[in-house]
């Protein structure tokens, strides 16, 4: 079963960096261009294995879900109660005199 503690995949991580930034320093003094050293397997390797790496940290981790933040309202202040608005009298119609 696989390591799942977190201290040990960063020791993998910077052990990968360390051995790229090496790898790269060592074909930069013999070639020097940037497109042949990019094709190096060693190289293409050990990038690869550090992306893995760094995937394997990521999955190791426990995802954690952000608490939800309590929405505060801002105090009501009293207010009078609003009066309703008065009718308007309709005036009677006079009764229909046969």
Not at 20 to 27: K, Q
């Amino acid at each position: 079963m696989a390591v799942k503690d977190k201290s040990v995949r960063e020791a993998q991580i910077a052990s990968y960096t360390g051995a790229v930034a090496r790898r790269y320093a060592v074909l930069k003094e013999k070639e020097g261009e940037t497109s042949t050293i990019e094709k190096d397997p060693i190289l293409r390797h050990l990038k690869a294995e550090l992306s893995r790496r760094k995937k394997r940290l990521l999955a190791a981790t426990p995802k954690e879900k952000p608490k939800p933040v309590p929405v505060v309202e801002a105090p009501k202040q009293q207010e009078k109660p609003k009066e309703k608005p008065k009718k308007k009298e309709k005036p009677k119609k006079p009764a229909p005199t046969e």
